[in-house]
């Protein structure tokens, strides 16, 4: 009995974990169609850009390759839910967009969600920020809304300070203390129109700044 326990448990965890890769994967590619064969949007692709950076002019990027490089990964959820920051991912990339430029999209259905980012070797000193193991970070997050009517919506520029930790912090080495949310929307419509100009024109929803989840 035990043996058949611990076997239920393991095939459990596996298919949480294959559920997961799935639910990432729909999130970071981009959508084949506009619409489903009965009109229904089958995706939102939410278009943000991250910036900002250290005082040695280390700049964000949402690329996860070269892996060495400082990059974030981002976290979405429900915003009624809090995010747990062993879930962040990284963003879906545009190829026809240069990596260092910081732009980066989600594939998500309507309604109202709740956006962070995240990166190893960075604390975020901002409200409702997480801290993990080895200096892994999660800023505060923020609220977005992916209109019904939109196959592609633009949420805002999202602009971190950063500047370089004290060693005192150990794996630490980048403090993360305010983010801004800008309006870059004739910015993103350059991307949209060059790289996603098949879903149609663009929205702009911009997201609201940091809120702490509900619990």
């Known amino acids: 009995m035990p043996n058949l326990k611990a076997s239920l448990l ?12 799935v639910s990432t994967t729909r999130m970071t590619t981009l959508p084949t169609e506009g619409t489903q064969p009965n009109g229904e949007v089958r995706g939102t692709v939410v278009l943000f850009r991250v910036a900002g950076g250290d005082a040695d002019s280390m700049r964000a990027t949402l690329s996860t390759l070269p892996r060495w490089k400082w990059h974030y990964l981002v976290n979405v959820g429900s915003a009624r839910e809090p995010l747990n920051s062993g879930r962040a991912f990284g963003a879906g990339q545009l190829d026809s ?69 004290d060693r005192w912090w150990g794996y630490v080495e980048r403090e993360c203390t305010k983010l801004e949310i800008r309006d870059e929307r004739d910015l993103a419509f350059e991307v949209a129109s060059g790289s996603l100009r098949r879903f149609g024109p663009m929205q702009t929803a911009l997201a609201s700044a940091a809120v702490e989840p509900s619990r």
């Open 10 to 21: 393991l095939l459990l965890i596996a298919i949480i974990s294959v559920a997961c890769a």
């Open 97 to 165: 967009v240069p990596k260092d430029d910081g732009w980066g999209f989600l594939t998500l259905p309507p309604g109202t969600y709740q956006l962070a980012f995240a990166a190893y070797r960075t604390r975020f000193a901002m409200p409702g920020a997480q801290r993990a193991a080895l200096g892994f970070g999660q800023s505060g997050s923020a609220q977005l809304e992916v209109p019904v009517d939109a196959t592609i919506v633009y949420v805002g520029t999202f602009d971190f300070t950063c500047h370089r930790a």
